[in-house]
T-cell receptor, first 113, second 111 residues
Framework: ETGVTQTPRHLVMGMTNKKSLKCEQHLGHNAMYWYKQSAKKPLELMFVYNFKEQTENNSVPSRFSPECPNSSHLFLHLHTLQPEDSALYLC????????????FGPGTRLTVT | GQSLEQPSEVTAVEGAIVQINCTYQTSGFYGLSWYQQHDGGAPTFLSYNGLDGLEETGRFSSFLSRSDSYGYLLLQELQMKDSASYFCAVPVTGGYQKVTFGTGTKLQVIP
């Protein structure tokens, strides 16, 4: 595997379900990011991790819970989501000194029913 | 805070040149990045201007003017595959860096 991978690519979940999104980077980076992309909206930064430590939480509702066990893996745990949470969730990584050059995974298309 | 403005849509003819502008207002400025995103795909990094002036990478060039809080992406010899959304982005720092993205410009290349 090369670059940044995300699983699953598509997810449909009910509002009472619990699911997790997984991201893995094979680039030797030490910063990882979660973004939300909704139709006709700019990329919204959700969380940032540097060297496994959370350095940014952009006022994200607690129904989204990130986890970063090491510099290569990032998870986003989802529970009791709302229909407006339906979006493309993108993971990215970079050197912590070069956030201007981020490498993105293919994203997870989430639909909340 | 940070805000970046881009035109929402641009249409250009195959083989032509197109310029996508980005104006920004930031508290602290470190440079300007550009990303390309095809429909259904992930954003991919194109370029970064840390200093004023023009950076060229093949058919794509990016320009920055700090005094004008303005930058642009220039695409030459347009190809149909260049049809995509283009985002400018600025890194901001509060200890570690993060990035704020612009609203994106949807480029349509027509024959």
């Amino acid at each position: 595997e090369t670059g940044v991978t995300q699983t699953p690519r598509h997810l449909v979940m009910g509002m009472t379900n619990k699911k997790s999104l997984k991201c893995e980077q094979h680039l030797g980076h030490n910063a990882m990011y979660w973004y939300k992309q909704s139709a006709k909206k700019p990329l919204e930064l959700m969380f940032v991790y540097n060297f496994k430590e959370q350095t940014e939480n952009n006022s994200v509702p607690s129904r989204f819970s990130p986890e970063c066990p090491n510099s290569s893996h990032l998870f986003l745990h989802l529970h009791t989501l709302q229909p407006e949470d339906s979006a493309l969730y993108l993971c990215a990584s970079s050197s912590s000194l070069a956030a201007y050059e981020q490498y993105f995974g293919p994203g997870t298309r989430l639909t909340v029913t | 805070g940070q805000s970046l403005e881009q035109p929402s849509e641009v249409t250009a003819v195959e083989g032509a040149i197109v310029q996508i502008n980005c104006t920004y207002q930031t508290s602290g400025f470190y440079g300007l990045s550009w990303y390309q995103q095809h429909d259904g795909g992930a954003p991919t990094f194109l370029s970064y201007n840390g200093l004023d002036g023009l950076e060229e990478t093949g058919r794509f060039s990016s320009f920055l003017s700090r005094s004008d809080s303005y930058g642009y992406l220039l695409l030459q010899e347009l190809q149909m595959k260049d049809s995509a959304s283009y985002f400018c982005a600025v890194p901001v720092t509060g200890g570690y860096q993060k990035v704020t993205f612009g609203t994106g410009t949807k480029l349509q290349v027509i024959p």
